[in-house]
C-alpha cells in the first residue's frame, strides 16, 4: 500500500512543536564538549548525497581521534584504504553537503554534525594522520556548520553498548558466504580467506 504523501506543515502538526532546549542545543562550531567527543570518539557514520538524489551513509573507524580538529568549524576526516568504490567520496564531488554522526562505545549519546565537505590530497595536512607509516590518499575537510548532542534513547533502545545484546557470529553468515550467494561466480571459503587476509594486512 503507497502512504499517503505529507508536506512539512502536516509533518509538524502531526508531531508540534520541538522543546525551546532541543533548538537552542544547536550549535554553529565545536564548542569544548564537541572537540572532546570527537577526540574519545573511534567510529562515526557519514551521509551524503550525490546529484543524482540518492543518499548514502558510509561508516568511517580508527583509533579515538582520528578525525583531526583543526578549528572551532573545520575538522579533517583521513580516508583509510576500502574497496575503491568512493560512493562518498564521489557523492561530496557533485554534492558538498554531509552529515556525520559520532560514535563513543559506553557512550549513550551521540555527536551530530552537518556542514559541507570538500575533498583534499594535501600532503601536509594529510601527512600528521598518517597510521602505521601510512599518509591516507585523501580526506575529507568539513567545514561545520551545525553541531549538537543527540540524546541516548535510540542507542538505549537498542542496548547497542550491552554485551548481553550481541549475537554469535556464527548465527549469522560470513562475508565470504553472502558475497558467494549474491554474486554466484565466487566460492566461499576461498572469498572468507580473502577478506580475512585483508583484514590482518590492509587496514591501512
Given at each position: 500500500?503507497?502512504?499517503?504523501?505529507?508536506?512539512?506543515?502536516?509533518?509538524?502538526?502531526?508531531?508540534?512543536?520541538?522543546?525551546?532546549?532541543?533548538?537552542?542545543?544547536?550549535?554553529?562550531?565545536?564548542?569544548?564538549?564537541?572537540?572532546?567527543?570527537?577526540?574519545?570518539?573511534?567510529?562515526?557514520?557519514?551521509?551524503?548525497?550525490?546529484?543524482?538524489?540518492?543518499?548514502?551513509?558510509?561508516?568511517?573507524?580508527?583509533?579515538?581521534?582520528?578525525?583531526?580538529?583543526?578549528?572551532?568549524?573545520?575538522?579533517?576526516?583521513?580516508?583509510?584504504?576500502?574497496?575503491?568504490?568512493?560512493?562518498?567520496?564521489?557523492?561530496?564531488?557533485?554534492?558538498?553537503?554531509?552529515?556525520?554522526?559520532?560514535?563513543?562505545?559506553?557512550?549513550?549519546?551521540?555527536?551530530?554534525?552537518?556542514?559541507?565537505?570538500?575533498?583534499?590530497?594535501d600532503t601536509s595536512l594529510l601527512a600528521p594522520l598518517s597510521a602505521q607509516g601510512k599518509a591516507p590518499r585523501s580526506g575529507l575537510l568539513v567545514a561545520v556548520k551545525e553541531a549538537y548532542f543527540q540524546c541516548?534513547?535510540?542507542?538505549?533502545?537498542?542496548?547497542?553498548?550491552?554485551?548481553?545484546?550481541?549475537?554469535?557470529?556464527?548465527?549469522?553468515?560470513?562475508?565470504?558466504?553472502?558475497?558467494?550467494?549474491?554474486?554466484?561466480?565466487?566460492?566461499?571459503?576461498?572469498?572468507?580467506?580473502?577478506?580475512?587476509?585483508?583484514?590482518?594486512?590492509?587496514?591501512?
Amino acid at each position: 500500500m503507497a502512504a499517503e504523501p505529507i508536506d512539512g506543515a502536516a509533518l509538524r502538526a502531526h508531531y508540534g512543536a520541538p522543546s525551546e532546549r532541543a533548538l537552542k542545543k544547536q550549535l554553529a562550531r565545536l564548542d569544548e564538549h564537541c572537540r572532546s567527543f570527537i577526540a574519545l570518539s573511534p567510529f562515526l557514520v557519514i551521509a551524503t548525497m550525490g546529484a543524482d538524489g540518492l543518499a548514502d551513509a558510509s561508516p568511517r573507524g580508527d583509533a579515538p581521534g582520528f578525525v583531526a580538529i583543526l578549528d572551532e568549524t573545520t575538522l579533517l576526516i583521513p580516508d583509510r584504504p576500502g574497496n575503491n568504490r568512493v560512493d562518498s567520496l564521489g557523492n561530496l564531488a557533485e554534492n558538498p553537503a554531509v552529515g556525520l554522526l559520532f560514535f563513543v562505545p559506553g557512550v549513550n549519546e551521540t555527536l551530530r554534525v552537518n556542514g559541507h565537505a570538500r575533498i583534499t590530497t594535501d600532503t601536509s595536512l594529510l601527512a600528521p594522520l598518517s597510521a602505521q607509516g601510512k599518509a591516507p590518499r585523501s580526506g575529507l575537510l568539513v567545514a561545520v556548520k551545525e553541531a549538537y548532542f543527540q540524546c541516548g534513547k535510540a542507542l538505549l533502545r537498542a542496548k547497542l553498548w550491552d554485551p548481553a545484546s550481541r549475537i554469535e557470529r556464527s548465527s549469522f553468515p560470513s562475508l565470504g558466504r553472502i558475497l558467494a550467494d549474491q554474486i554466484g561466480d565466487t566460492d566461499a571459503a576461498a572469498a572468507d580467506r580473502t577478506i580475512e587476509e585483508a583484514y590482518r594486512t590492509r587496514l591501512y
